[in-house]
């Protein structure tokens, strides 16, 4: 794909992504949590719940892209908006901003958005009406949004390209529960659309076991090769 924009990676640091979602109008109730383990029931305990979205970062191996170059021989590209949508998704147009879009998942859909305000509710009203290439457009030409991701992007620790053109290998994909049909989608930008998980029971959240199954399907894929995975959270602070 070529693209139009190029922004700089950001960081998957919970600190950071919770920044983030702050200065474009989340309310400071919610925040993003580092999840250590899916298996480990004590670790899972210090997790706050509900969590209302996942966001799964992961070096984009071979055998991870050759698999879904498979699945999207059998979809077709997706044209829903407004109110045909049983979550909202965003189309990638912007290079290098998988966790831009992975946040703005998390928190366009589900309960996470009775907690947005500000220039992001303006941002999610107007999107929301629109197919996925207006969509797409908006989120390009939205200065406000380049410029809160930019002051936070650049706090990373991490080592960024030196030509913001560069691709990195780490893909971010996101993970929310619909309030419309109670199931669990995952939501990547580099896809033809969102792609329905099946249900989830009506008291579980995403976090629940079978949401962890979900992730547990990305790293068995890699039979042990890719041991680079790492998950954030957005729950109650």
Not at 153 to 158: D, F, I, M
Not at 188 to 194: S, T
Not at 213 to 235: C, M, P, T, W
């Amino acid at each position: 794909m070529i693209y139009k924009k190029h922004f700089i990676p950001l960081e998957s640091n919970p600190e950071l992504f919770t920044e983030l979602i702050h200065r474009l109008g989340v309310s400071s109730a919610l925040g993003f949590h580092d999840v250590f383990s899916i298996d480990d029931p004590e670790l899972l305990a210090f997790i706050p719940r509900p969590a209302l979205a996942l966001v799964l970062v992961f070096p984009t191996t071979a055998t991870y892209e050759e698999h879904t170059k498979d699945e999207e021989k059998l979809v077709e590209e997706y044209a829903k908006s407004g109110s045909e949508e049983e979550v909202m998704w965003y189309k990638q147009t912007i290079n290098n901003a998988c966790g831009l879009y992975g946040i703005l998942h998390a928190v366009s859909n589900g309960d996470a958005r009775d907690f947005v305000g500000s220039h992001l509710h303006r941002l999610l009203e107007k999107c929301q009406q629109l197919g996925p290439l207006d969509r797409a457009e908006v989120l390009e030409n939205d200065t406000e949004l380049e410029s809160a991701y930019r002051m936070v992007a650049t706090q990373g620790s991490s080592e960024v390209p030196a030509n913001a053109e560069d691709e990195v290998d780490f893909h971010y994909v996101c993970f929310v529960k619909s309030n419309k049909n109670g199931h669990l989608y995952e939501l990547d930008g580099d896809r033809k659309g969102p792609k329905d998980r099946g249900p989830l029971e009506p008291n579980d959240d995403v976090l629940s076991e079978g949401g962890r199954n979900v992730i547990k399907e990305f790293i068995q894929r890699e039979h042990g090769q890719n041991s680079n995975f790492s998950l954030l959270v957005l729950a109650p602070t």
